[in-house]
């Protein structure tokens, strides 16, 4: 029969108690991780957020029918239990904050009591995600969960610490809000009110705190709920934390500035890391040509060497025919491998045709100098030295080459392939940060399927004012005053400078192919104020899951949010989403397609 705590007040958490308080009495309250009795004591393990306490049950210190109430206790029973702090009778558990100390036992009140859990409530879980994430309340006990979501809170409040000591004010933007295109789809809210109309959850709260900025409010920042309707990876969900700021009258430097000052504090307050800045900073064209990504991992090398030129007319058709497409040909030099057994360069290939490259050729330099080559017959040993040479190959190098007429195809997939061959091989430092700037983005990206210029960030991005003479002859080779803050090959911020000119941000429009009464249907209030006078401004959003995933060296991002998300954006702990009651969607003048009940 499960006790009140009437009476009762706990003085500490579990391993709040220290060697300063032996000998004295305290009152703790917490669930049973495991239990031993040994028949004349019981020796149970009380946990609570804070970390494990041993307590002892003996008879003579808490009488036969505490004692007999202590023999019922079971995992994840919930105790209150008062006693006298104690230097440990057996061995110190040096695991334990707490291990050279017990608790003896002279008042014990069963509050509540479990069933069996269906997994261990332990560290470093090897049950099943799927169960895990059904029964997340409890997954959530575990110790290594709870650290992560502590640390979390922890890097939220230094991050508003920090921020208000640099003159930014904290204001919440609106949930409900008006659907704007802005890269992912939205979710919809149906409204009662308006039938037929739709509220938008926020994608990110930009045109609001751009508004903020027009108010007069100079340097904006919050702590911000966002959702989108997309396909999820292990550092995706469809609702997120964003650590987001705007300022105004700045450039890119002093965004950057601030930005680096705010993640070395973070670093040294919550890793004890002393992060050098600046950090890097790397123009996006330079990080597509040297790693094939615009957010590359730079923990270790294997950089891509463009060897177009070399091949240039060369008589292995796969390389010579993507270069006189206007492709080109690519390489890396994966150092001291040229003895990869045959089976997994193969499962290389068949990593690259995943990202839609039709093959991978290779050339391995042996010890004696001789070339192993899936190519040779097509090349003299002449043309594969030259090539080795253009590669910085050494003897006991392996090399991968990629080729294709699309030159975005070949860096991507090369660059992917980067990566998994550093995780194979493991050439990663996981006790390193290596922050980068990624500046210069393109403004605008062709999209073959809606074939038309399309925004890389968003129409709101200012140009680089000596390429906007580009903007109608050639809109490609305009920069944008765009950047991204990378960290070990995760992109966990960007931002931009914003237009906050009417010409410029008209030009904006028609690259996109916005007509006058388009922008202003999608971005009437934003437009309509920035009528009033603009000042100059400029923002940056961090995701903060993402950050605080990356700080602890985690796999997945479900790991520091409390509720996630699985890959179909469900909820396996509470079902959703789920069927309404007929009457919610009468009132709201929904009919669901599909739906039984509709039809």
């Known amino acids: 029969m499960a006790e009140t705590m009437q009476g009762l007040k706990r003085t500490h958490r579990c391993a709040e108690v220290t060697p300063a308080d032996i000998g004295s009495t305290v009152t703790l309250m917490g669930w049973v991780q495991k239990r031993r009795n040994l028949g004349g004591m019981i020796f149970v393990d009380l946990r609570d957020r804070s970390g494990i306490m041993q307590i002892v049950f003996d ?18 029973f919930v105790l209150a239990v008062t006693g006298r702090v104690e230097k440990r009778s057996g061995a110190v558990n040096e695991k334990l904050a707490t291990g050279a100390m017990e608790v003896r036992a002279f008042s014990l009140r069963i509050l509540s009591e479990s069933e069996t859990p ?10 099943r995600e799927e169960l895990r994430l059904k029964y997340r309340y409890l997954d959530l006990r575990r110790p290594d969960i709870q650290r992560n979501l502590m640390v979390k809170s922890r890097v939220a409040g230094l991050a508003r610490s920090f921020m208000a000591s640099e003159g930014f004010l904290e204001i919440e933007t609106p949930v409900l809000g008006k659907s704007t295109p802005e890269g992912a789809r939205d979710y919809l809210v149906p409204s009662r009110v308006y039938p037929g109309s739709f509220f938008a959850l926020p994608q990110s709260p930009q045109l609001f705190k751009q508004i903020l900025m027009v108010a007069g409010y100079d340097r904006y920042f919050q702590i911000a709920k966002c959702f989108r309707d997309e396909d999820l990876r292990a550092d995706r969900q469809p609702e997120f934390m964003q650590m987001d700021m705007e300022l105004s009258f700045v450039d890119v430097d002093d965004v950057i500035d601030v930005n680096e000052r705010l993640l070395k504090y973070l670093w040294k307050e919550i890793l004890n890391i002393d992060l050098q800045v600046p950090f890097r900073r790397m123009t996006w064209a330079e ?13 270790f090398g294997m950089e891509l060497t463009n060897v177009s030129d070399v091949v240039r007319g060369c008589g292995f058709s796969v390389f010579a025919d993507a270069v006189s497409a ?5 390489g890396i030099n994966v150092k001291g491998q040229a003895g990869m057994p045959r089976k997994k360069i193969d499962s290389l290939v068949d990593f690259v045709r995943g990202y839609g490259l039709k ?5 391995a330099v042996h010890e004696d100098g001789s070339f192993k080559c ?17 590669m910085k190959a050494e003897k006991g190098d392996l090399l991968l080459f990629a080729a294709d007429a699309k030159n975005k195809l070949v860096c991507e997939t090369l660059g992917a392939l980067r990566c998994e061959l550093a995780k194979r091989l493991d050439m990663i430092d996981p006790s390193k940060f290596e922050f980068l700037w990624v500046v210069e983005f393109p403004l605008l990206e062709w999209s073959e399927e809606e074939n038309r210029w ?53 030009k904006m429009f028609e690259c996109l192919g916005f007509t006058k009464e388009q922008a202003q249907e999608q971005f009437s209030f934003l437009l309509e104020s920035f009528k009033y006078g603009v000042p100059p401004h400029a923002g940056l959003a961090y995701g903060l899951d993402r950050v605080v995933m990356l700080m602890l060296g985690l796999d997945t991002i479900r790991d520091v949010i409390a509720f996630p998300k699985v890959k179909d954006s469900s ?29």
């Open 59 to 76: 008879e003579n210190d808490i009488g036969s029918e505490g004692f007999e109430k202590a023999g019922l206790i079971r995992s994840e």
């Open 118 to 127: 269906p997994f261990p409530i332990e560290e470093n879980s090897q049950t």
């Open 287 to 299: 990080a597509m040509e040297r790693f094939g990504s615009d957010k590359p991992d730079l923990r």
């Open 326 to 330: 206007g492709g080109s040909v690519r």
């Open 359 to 363: 093959g991978l050729a290779y050339l």
């Open 374 to 390: 899936s190519f040779s017959k097509f090349m003299s040993e002449e043309e594969l030295k030259k090539l080795a040479d253009a």
């Open 454 to 506: 399309t925004a890389m960030h968003h129409p709101f991005t200012m140009p680089m004012e000596e390429d906007l003479q580009y903007i109608d002859s050639d809109p490609g080779r305009v920069r944008a005053k765009a950047y991204d803050i990378v960290l070990n090959g995760c992109e966990i911020g960007g931002g931009s400078v914003r237009i906050h000119q009417n010409d410029i941000q008209e």
């Open 571 to 599: 909820c396996m702990m509470t079902q959703a989403p789920a069927p309404v009651a007929q009457k919610q969607l009468d009132e709201l003048g929904l009919i669901v397609r599909g739906s039984s009940e509709n039809e």
